[in-house]
């Protein structure tokens, strides 16, 4: 879930600012980030990102997939801690909480994902996005609910009208 931190702690701003000052860091090769360098196209192979998507998280514009932020954790070499503030600031669990998640009840039709649980399993953060999805996914499962109380189960009627 996405960090209740200050802004200037969290979201895109923060996390290439973060990222810079890490890729400065990284042992044992530090990555030159500035424009025309070729320390983002290094920083990129090595997180299978585009150059282009480097520069964007970078400059603030956006915060990449959370399976990115991972693999610029993997690519920077970074220890715990250093992961845990990159995970933090850019809103996603840690892989150490992504872990404690294998020891969740098995989700079943007796035991269902919850809309919520879902967006959160996704790394949906942002606010419009996440409501969104949540509102949809509830969508889809009223009128699965609707058409399988049709004849047969199958879907039609009231249901696909909508």
Known sequence: MRSKGSPERTGPAALGKLVAELAARAQPESYDLTPGGT???????????????IGRMLRG??????????ALADALNLDEEAQNRLFDT???PSRS????????PVLS??????????ADSLGITHSFVRKMLISSI???VRL????DQNEGGEAGGAAVAR
């Open 39 to 53: 320390g983002r196209r290094r920083l990129a192979e090595k997180a299978g990102m585009s150059v282009w998507a």
């Open 61 to 70: 514009e956006t915060l990449p997939k959370v399976e990115n932020v991972y």
């Open 90 to 92: 850019a809103g996603y």
């Open 97 to 104: 909480n992504r872990v404690k998640g294998s020891n969740q």
């Open 109 to 118: 039709i007796a035991n269902p994902p919850t809309p919520d649980s879902i």
């Open 138 to 140: 509830n969508e889809a």
């Open 144 to 147: 699965q609910r609707e058409a």
